[in-house]
C-alpha cells in the first residue's frame, strides 16, 4: 500500500515509475537450483531493475531488519550491473516508533558495498499502522509531505547522475 502511494507520487510527477511487489516472486524462484540457474519467470523482475533509472525500496521491518526475502532479491539480481551505478533511494515503514530506521540502515550498508549511489534523504514512516488511512492512503500530512519532496529530490539526483537516461 505504501508502494503504491509513492508510485502515484512519481506518477504525479509526470515520471514512468513500476512497481515490483515481491509477493509476486514466482514460487521456483525460491528452489535452491535458482542460485545456479535463475528461473525463466524471474526474468521480468531482473529486468525491471536493469533498465531503470533509478530504485526506490520501501520496506518493512521485520524482527529489527528488512525482510529476508528482500535480501534474497538483491542477491537474484544480476551482478554486478544491477545495482553498481543505480541511484536508489529508501523509504521504511514500522509498526512500532523507530519506523524502520534499522532496516533502511541496513540496506544502506548494502548498497554502498554494491556501488550503488544512496540518495541521503530517507523517509520513515513510523506506527504505519496510524499513518494509512481508510482505503490504503497515507493520511498523515506530514509524512506525505515528506515522501512528495523526497520524490522530487530523488528525480533530480538520478538526472545529475544520469543525464542521458
Ligand atoms: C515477521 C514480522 C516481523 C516484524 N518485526 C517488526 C519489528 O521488528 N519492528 C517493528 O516495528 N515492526 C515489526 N513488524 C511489523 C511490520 O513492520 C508492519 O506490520 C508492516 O506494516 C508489515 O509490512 P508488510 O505488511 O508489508 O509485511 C513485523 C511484522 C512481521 C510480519
Redesign the pocket.
Known sequence: MVAGEIQGIYQSLGEDCQLLDLVDLPAEVFLGSAYEKKPDAFVPFSEAILGAAGVVFVT?????SF?GVLKYFIDMLNFPESLEGTPVCLVG????S?G?LRPVEQLQQIFAYRKAPIFPTRVLLPE??RVMGEGGRISDPEIRSRLERQAAGFVEFVRLLRPAL
Open positions: 518493512p521491518e521485520y524482527n529489527g525482510p515503514l514500522a509498526a512500532g523507530w524502520a504505519v499502522d
